[in-house]
């Protein structure tokens, strides 16, 4: 790899972001079968619509820069879906198995926030505006559905886990 310059930190940010997508959208339907509570299998299925939106909106940002879309290797991402193999078969109660669910893809999420935010500080930068709003596009979508896994956490899920594991 080769990064002499912001605009090849921006592509391979781009092609980690591919791969990362990518990847989700491989192991989403995966953990939405795991999902027990029937709101969180919703919040993860409409996650995963927009995991494809995402990568589409991806393979705009290579078209608008001119240049083929390559997915890299996500090696973050890599390390979160193998985390998440793990919890998948540990043996588990179904509501602390959702809490575990939540926390996996909010690792997951937090991961694009912070790709998606540097990839559209550098496209800012380099005044590629409309990679940019692409980008932006995409994470709002990902902060979103944080706020969402946070809330479901927050008032039913955990407290759920707790009550059923006594």
Not at 11 to 25: C, G, H, M, N, P
Not at 87 to 115: F, K, N, W
Request: aromatic content about 4%.
């Amino acid at each position: 790899m080769k990064l002499n310059s912001l605009n090849e930190l921006l592509v391979s940010e781009l092609q980690d972001l591919l791969s990362a997508e990518r990847q989700l959208l491989k192991i989403l339907p995966k953990i939405v079968k795991c999902a027990s509570h029937e709101e969180l299998r919703e919040a993860l299925q409409e996650h995963l619509q927009e995991t494809t939106k995402q990568e589409q909106r991806l393979e705009q940002c290579f078209q608008k820069m001119g240049i083929p879309a390559k997915a890299g290797r996500s090696h973050g991402m890599i390390g979160l879906v193998s985390a998440w193999m793990e919890l998948e078969a540990a043996e588990a109660l179904p509501d602390v198995r959702d809490a575990a669910i939540i926390a996996s893809v909010q690792r997951m999420e937090h991961y694009e926030i912070a790709g998606y935010g540097c990839a559209r500080a550098f496209a800012l930068v380099l005044e590629e505006n409309e990679v940019a709003a692409l980008l932006l596009e995409s994470l709002k979508e990902e902060e979103e559905c944080d706020r969402n896994l946070t809330h479901l956490a927050q008032t039913v899920i955990n407290t759920e886990a707790e009550l059923h594991s006594r």
